[in-house]
């Protein structure tokens, strides 16, 4: 299975400022995800990565928020902006190869602190 | 739309006693059904996935789990847990038109382990 490397791992951050978590795979992947893990909760998705164009978003979050940058099939960022405390979450890339029902791989995440 | 419940938050079992952690979901075709262990501070790993034949998946680290449709369950087992075993376990389902695309998941059971 792909090798996905986060970072940063972790940070604290104060509010009003803006995080950039990278996410690198070792392989071309077809598909890129990012989930959001609040404290104590389960994974919700944030949006799919797509190359070359706009990520798309799931209901409640919205790009001018969480910008995405996908510019090649082993990369992509995504940007918390203008954090509040709320924020404070785990944030996770995942991939997988569309076609071959592949299951989705997880990175080990980038634990956020929003003060 | 595609839900996954997992009714048991926590759950204590003895060192070397057998496990089994509870997964329903909602979904109007053939699921495709995963089960993600979370370690502390670490990313998720999947355990086993069904996708489709043998109602009985077997997984890594000892683990099975099995579908029943009639039950809309997936429920994960191990005969004999260990110390390790102790982490957030997390059942998910995949959604999408074309078999799928993301995946949406429960709630979590976090395993306690008693020596």
């Known amino acids: 299975s792909a090798v996905i490397s986060q970072k940063p791992s972790r940070d604290i951050c104060q509010r009003g400022t803006s995080l950039t978590i990278q996410c690198q795979v070792d392989?071309?992947?077809?598909?890129m995800f990012w989930y959001r893990q609040q404290p104590g909760q389960s994974l919700t998705l944030i949006a799919t990565?797509?190359?070359?164009?706009?990520?798309?978003?799931e209901s409640g979050f919205v790009i001018d928020k969480f910008p995405i940058s996908r510019p090649n099939l082993t990369f992509s960022t995504l940007t918390v902006s203008n954090m509040s405390p709320e924020d404070s979450s785990i944030y996770l890339c995942?991939?997988?190869?569309?076609?071959?029902?592949?299951?989705?791989?997880f990175g080990n995440g980038t634990r956020l602190t929003v003060t | 739309a595609q839900s996954v419940t997992q009714p048991d938050i926590h759950i204590t079992v003895s060192e070397g006693a057998s496990l089994e952690l509870r997964c329903n979901y909602s979904?109007?075709?053939?699921?495709?059904l995963f089960w993600y262990v979370q370690s502390p501070g670490q990313g998720l790993q999947l355990l086993l996935k069904?996708?489709?034949?043998?109602?009985l998946v077997q997984g890594i680290k000892g683990f099975e789990a099995e579908f029943k449709r009639s039950q809309s369950s997936f429920n994960l087992r191990k005969p004999s847990v260990h110390w390790s075993d102790a982490a957030e376990y997390f059942c998910?389902?995949?959604?999408?038109?074309?078999?799928?695309?993301?995946?949406?998941f429960g709630t979590g059971t976090r395993l306690l382990v008693s020596p």
């Open positions: 995942s991939v997988r190869n569309q076609g071959d029902n592949s299951p989705l791989h």
């Open positions: 392989s071309q992947v077809t598909m």
């Open positions: 990565a797509n190359q070359g164009s706009e990520a798309t978003y």
């Open positions: 979904y109007g075709a053939t699921p495709y």
């Open positions: 069904y996708f489709s034949g043998d109602t």
């Open positions: 998910a389902v995949g959604a999408g038109d074309t078999g799928f695309q993301k995946l949406v």
